[in-house]
């Protein structure tokens, strides 16, 4: 270390008058003692005041240019020497570096700028000031093509220090993308996918720049998909094969690249991989099984690549999805189910599905995982379920294979995405009278519903279950359901459902709040008035945002109400006449018509 203070001092004046011979001398003394102890050495050397002298070493003109920026890069290793770097005025002479033909000294300065720029804000906001990151895509563009080794050596560095640059910095990821930077490193994956250092720095880079929704298009319009198919390939270590799954993932978020990555082969890699490791227990295995399935199940989401591997029904993709539903291993369990509900997004699909039998082994899975089940395979299966029973005409088959039997098993779950989902499930399947009145009649049901309908901490299953009561009368017309729903206590539900900010879910409340007054307005009659509905029907009726519907439906139901002394005196005080007769003029003739019929009632009765 006193050799080193020697060197140091020696150094102040060789840099000043710039004496050839003894500069080089101290210079390589300098990356010896680094070589030795790079802490320890670089604490000297911001102590000197050295680094300000370096300035005026980074010339293209000064020969010692090479050693100078390797000194930079061994220190900028040192967190604390990042900002020295930056104020010493170091990154606009490196940058003017870039410049050189010499490719060590291009060599050196990509080092020493990547390092700069490492987890350091600083050192990115210089390089950005002084231009540096469109030299360096420049080079990686003039130089892509060679596969010398001193020209691959370079565009490591060069990806290297892009990637210390912009990582986790949205604004110089944005910037990379602009200057054109992802065209470059897929050609450079492509051509250089031998050499294994290139390749990982090209992954990496990927990684950072695909989480950016505005580099999506730009990799859609590149052959990414194909290149990372091949490499994928090619690849039998874990490790390896884990960095080439971060950039698919986030890539596979956009619907072009997801078709480009289905016809470039990878869904047989990923079933591959799926049939390799189904068995075993250890953990990286464990882990690269759930990677590969919820890879496939994210490829499924888009429409033109689930249609293509669906293959009407014949796809061996899709059979082979077909055979993780009943495997012992939860994990395919899942995926298998997710990939039924995202190939269950089209009337085509569905019914091809139910008609060969899916819906019977949907139900196998979920009889397996009642008691102390899986909840996201009952949430996967459940949802898997509800899709299929968009069809019409998948409703009543779905209905006679005993589904609704299999979905009430779980009534008793406490977890909410598992209580949406068998909902939706049951409300999908209630279309037909006979079904709705079954299920109406169904106290346990009644009583959960009317529970759920107070669940605030979970919108979802709250909106649901008011819709599921609702859609119970709707459907069953029936006054023994109306009288189950009453005695549950879940009247004042459906008549806050009327107040609900959606017009659909409004609709659906007021229709069967008519037909309660209909059918069975006398047991419901107590609940209604202490649920202030007369209030809240002309509230909707007086309000100019309310939709049409919700004016005729609300018109409707105060017909109906009149039916009960206690309901129509409150009709007459809050003087309902004023409001219908003005909507008689309404622009839709629907509202106009049952304004005035609701009028002459309103009269004839007073």
């Given at each position: 270390m006193d050799n080193l203070s020697d060197t140091l001092k020696k150094l102040k004046i060789t840099a000043s008058d710039r004496t050839e011979g003894s500069l080089e001398g101290c210079l390589d003394c300098l990356l010896q003692a680094?070589?030795?102890?790079?802490?320890?050495?670089?604490?000297?050397?911001?102590?000197?005041?050295?680094?300000?002298?370096?300035?005026?070493?980074?010339?293209?003109?000064?020969?010692?240019?090479?050693?100078?920026?390797?000194?930079?890069?061994?220190?900028?290793?040192?967190?604390?020497?990042?900002?020295?770097?930056?104020?010493?005025?170091?990154?606009?002479?490196?940058v003017q570096l870039l410049n050189s033909?010499?490719?060590?000294?291009?060599?050196?300065?990509?080092?020493?700028?990547?390092?700069?720029?490492?987890?350091?804000?600083?050192?990115?906001?210089?390089?950005?000031?002084?231009?540096?990151?469109?030299?360096?895509?420049?080079?990686?563009r003039s130089l892509c093509s060679r596969t010398d080794p001193a020209s691959e050596k370079l565009l490591t560095v060069f990806c290297g220090?892009?990637?210390?640059?912009?990582?986790?910095?949205?604004?110089?990821?944005?910037?990379?993308?602009?200057?054109?930077?992802?065209?470059?490193?897929?050609?450079?994956?492509?051509?250089?996918?031998?050499?294994?250092?290139?390749?990982?720095?090209?992954?990496?880079?990927?990684?950072?720049?695909?989480?950016?929704?505005?580099?999506?298009?730009?990799?859609?319009?590149?052959?990414?998909?194909?290149?990372?198919?091949?490499?994928?390939?090619?690849q039998i270590e874990h490790d390896k094969r884990e960095m080439i799954f971060e950039v698919l993932a986030p890539l596979a978020e956009n619907d072009a690249i997801k078709l480009q990555l289905v016809e470039a082969g990878l869904v047989e890699c990923l079933l591959e991989i799926v049939q390799q490791k189904v068995d075993s227990n250890k953990e990286d295995d464990v882990a690269e099984l759930k990677t590969a399935s919820?890879?496939?199940?994210?490829?499924?989401?888009?429409?033109?690549?689930?249609?293509?591997?669906?293959?009407?029904?014949?796809?061996?993709?899709?059979?082979?999805?077909?055979?993780?539903?009943?495997?012992?291993?939860?994990?395919?369990?899942?995926?298998?189910?997710l990939a039924i509900a995202n190939f269950a997004r089209n009337d085509g699909?569905?019914?091809?599905?139910?008609?060969?039998?899916?819906?019977?082994?949907?139900?196998?899975?979920?009889?397996?995982?009642?008691?102390?089940?899986?909840?996201?395979?009952?949430?996967?299966?459940?949802?898997?379920?509800?899709?299929?029973?968009?069809?019409?005409?998948?409703?009543?088959?779905?209905?006679?294979?005993?589904?609704?039997?299999?979905?009430?098993?779980?009534?008793?779950?406490?977890?909410?995405?598992?209580?949406?989902?068998?909902?939706?499930?049951?409300?999908?399947?209630?279309?037909?009278?006979?079904?709705?009145?079954?299920?109406g009649k169904n106290a346990k049901l009644v009583e959960r519903l009317v529970e759920w309908c107070e669940a605030k901490d979970h919108a979802g299953v709250m909106g649901e279950s008011n819709r599921l009561l609702s859609a119970l009368i709707r459907h069953s017309k029936s006054k023994d359901v109306i009288k189950t729903i009453v005695q549950s206590g879940g009247i004042k539900h459906l008549v806050t459902m009327a107040t609900s900010e959606h017009v659909i879910m409004q609709n659906e409340a007021l229709v069967a709040l008519a037909l309660i007054a209909a059918l069975e307005l006398g047991p419901a009659e107590k609940d209604l008035a202490s649920a202030q509905l007369v209030q809240i029907l002309h509230r909707l009726l007086a309000d100019e945002r309310s939709a049409p519907e919700i004016k005729y439906n609300s018109m409707v139901l105060i017909c109906a109400l009149m039916g009960s002394e206690s309901l129509y005196k409150e009709v007459q005080d809050l003087a309902f006449l004023d409001v219908v007769s003005k909507l008689r003029s309404h622009e839709n003739k629907s509202v106009a018509q049952q304004a005035s019929l609701t009028e002459q009632r309103l009269t004839v009765e007073s």
């Open positions: 680094l070589a030795q102890n790079n802490t320890e050495t670089s604490e000297k050397i911001q102590g000197s005041g050295i680094l300000q002298l370096f300035a005026n070493l980074l010339t293209p003109q000064a020969s010692c240019s090479a050693k100078v920026a390797n000194i930079i890069a061994e220190v900028a290793k040192n967190e604390f020497m990042r900002i020295p770097c930056v104020d010493a005025g170091l990154i606009s002479p490196l033909k010499d490719q060590e000294v291009l060599l050196q300065t990509g080092r020493a700028l990547g390092n700069v720029c490492y987890d350091s804000h600083e050192g990115r906001s210089a390089v950005d000031q002084a231009g540096g990151a469109q030299v360096v895509i420049d080079h990686l220090m892009l990637m210390n640059y912009s990582n986790e910095n949205d604004s110089l990821q944005a910037q990379l993308i602009n200057m054109g930077v992802i065209p470059t490193l897929v050609k450079l994956l492509g051509i250089h996918c031998h050499n294994a250092a290139l390749t990982e720095m090209c992954l990496v880079a990927f990684g950072n720049l695909a989480e950016l929704e505005s580099s999506k298009e730009q990799f859609a319009s590149t052959n990414i998909a194909e290149e990372l198919v091949k490499l994928f390939k090619k919820d890879l496939l199940v994210l490829l499924l989401l888009g429409d033109e690549s689930m249609q293509k591997l669906f293959e009407g029904g014949k796809g061996s993709v899709f059979q082979r999805v077909l055979s993780w539903i009943p495997s012992n291993n939860h994990q395919l369990q899942l995926a298998g189910a699909n569905c019914i091809h599905m139910v008609d060969n039998g899916i819906v019977e082994k949907l139900m196998d899975l979920l009889d397996r995982h009642v008691e102390d089940g899986n909840v996201t395979v009952q949430h996967a299966a459940l949802s898997a379920l509800r899709n299929l029973a968009i069809p019409v005409v998948n409703k009543a088959k779905m209905l006679s294979a005993g589904v609704t039997e299999t979905v009430l098993k779980f009534l008793k779950s406490e977890m909410p995405p598992v209580q949406f989902k068998l909902l939706g499930t049951l409300r999908m399947l209630i279309d037909a009278q006979e079904a709705a009145e079954q299920l």
